[in-house]
């Protein structure tokens, strides 16, 4: 799909691939700094790097990519949140936490969250290191593949993945190389610690990781997806690392699988917005409570009060609350499904 509209150089979205890192690639093949390459297309008025463009990308970009790539605009779209709309949120605003979406916190082209994850080995044996919009999402938090944990930082100098940084500002840098290394210390990314995932329950992790994979596949071919199982799932997170809400839940799900009980920052902090490591450990406990033997689990936790009952619908939309309705309706034999 070739016309006199296509940049000189125009590489193929990588499986999987988000949108900025496609954007970078482009940049760079076709000889140009990121913020260059934005200038010449876009203009000064339109900037692209005070926004995250992987939540909310502007039409005149997806349009500008798709036609100056010959990628066809539906393909452009789901390498965005696009492609979890109706799937694990309902609709995909502007501004404001999204659920299960990592956010950047940008400050003057800065990131000041740990919003950008990847998987050493994934990168370390692409022959283009890119970065794909999964591990944008907070769940995201091991590689089904390489059975290790993503990173959410340089291991070397601790700060926020920021690949579209890489060349910002570095007025002698021609070849800025690719993804792989870190904007500010320059460390390859490939060189963190593969750390292997404890998977202390079974039927949990597994459907964990059936999830991640069907995300790496974008929803294809993954049969009857079951959301309302994601929206408890969310709001067992929220509750374990509340103060307020649900404060003895965490201790109380440690004590029945027999897992350490950590010591969470207590905050009024998104779920999203914490690190990596906290994220996954309270996953973990999340994805035990809200497996297929949920209702037996949270009657129970309610029961003993360790969960007020009032906080599983919590801030839910209604169709939300509905669906987890339904999901309650439905016998025990019917609610695992294939993941989470």
């Known amino acids: 799909m070739l016309s006199g509209t296509v940049w000189p150089a125009h590489p193929r979205p990588l499986p999987g691939e988000a949108l900025s890192s496609w954007f970078i690639r482009c940049a760079h093949a076709n000889g140009m700094k990121a913020q260059t390459f934005a200038v010449r297309n876009f203009g000064h008025q339109r900037q692209l790097w005070n926004r995250d463009i992987d ?165 294809r071919d993954c049969g009857p997806f079951n959301k309302a199982r994601l929206i408890l799932w969310h709001q067992m997170c929220r509750l374990i690392v509340s103060e307020n809400l649900a404060p003895d839940l965490q201790r109380y799900i440690c004590n029945v699988v027999k897992q350490p009980v950590l010591e969470l920052v207590k905050n009024r902090k998104a779920f999203e917005q914490r690190d990596i490591s906290d994220r996954h450990y309270v996953l973990g406990l999340a994805a035990w409570i809200s497996d297929a033997c949920a209702e037996r689990k949270l009657r129970t936790a309610i029961q003993k009060r360790k969960l007020p009952s009032n906080q599983v619908y919590r801030d839910l939309e209604r169709d939300e609350k509905i669906s987890l309705q339904l999901f309650w309706s439905l016998p025990a034999s019917k609610r695992g499904g294939k993941s989470l």
Request: proline share 6%.
């Open 55 to 219: 939540r909310f990308a502007p039409d005149w970009l997806l349009q500008t990519m798709s036609e100056h790539t010959g990628t066809p605009l539906a393909q452009v779209k789901k390498m965005t949140a696009l492609l979890f709309e109706g799937r694990l949120f309902q609709t995909k605003n502007p501004s404001g936490q999204l659920r299960w979406w990592l956010p950047l916190n940008m400050y003057h082209r800065t990131y000041r969250n740990f919003g950008i994850q990847y998987c050493p080995q994934c990168l370390a044996e692409d022959a283009i290191p890119y970065f794909r919009l999964g591990w944008r999402l907070a769940f995201y938090t091991f590689c089904p593949k390489h059975q290790i944990m993503l990173h959410d930082r340089c291991h070397h100098c601790q700060l926020p993945v920021a690949f579209h940084r890489v060349e910002l500002g570095k007025a002698n840098l021609f070849d800025a190389g690719d993804l792989n290394h870190c904007w500010s210390c320059n460390s390859l990314l490939s060189d963190a610690p593969k750390v292997s995932v404890n998977k202390w329950h079974k039927r949990p992790f597994t459907q964990w990781e059936t999830l991640l994979k069907i995300v790496d596949r974008q929803f």
